[in-house]
């Protein structure tokens, strides 16, 4: 069964810094597709960053220049660096993997770490 495990989220200050990590298990072929979305209160689930084949990030235009998505060193390990976090960016912050393997198409979701901005 194929798990992702969110960390890193947490209680940090308006102009700080926070790095999620998500940690998959379970999967037999590496995702074609990983990225972070977020639940904001009161808003839909969005797209914040977006990695397609270790090839170029796709970012949400409120978070460029302010986020970094990578891939971690282990397969199916993705990571997001957040600079100059404001009380906008608190949200609940998913991880999504997708992959196609054996001619079947595959899309997982991480439970979620949350991430409260203080002004």
Known sequence: QVQLVESGGGLVQ???SLRLSCVTS?????????GWYRQRP?????????????SSANYV??????????RGNARNTLHLQMN???????AVYYCNAKGT????????????????VSS
Do not use: C, I
């Not at 009161?42 to 270790?54: K, P, S």
């Not at 100059?84 to 608190?90: A, E, F, R, V």
């Open 61 to 70: 235009d409120s978070v460029k220049g302010r986020f970094t998505v990578s």
């Open 26 to 34: 379970g999967s037999r072929f590496a995702f074609q597709t990983m």
């Open 101 to 116: 393997y054996a001619k079947h198409s595959y899309d997982y979701w991480g439970q979620g770490t949350r991430v409260t």
């Open 14 to 16: 308006a102009g700080g």
């Open 42 to 54: 009161g808003h839909e689930r969005e797209l914040v960053a977006e990695l397609q084949d270790r």
């Open 84 to 90: 100059s976090l404001n009380p906008d960016d608190t």
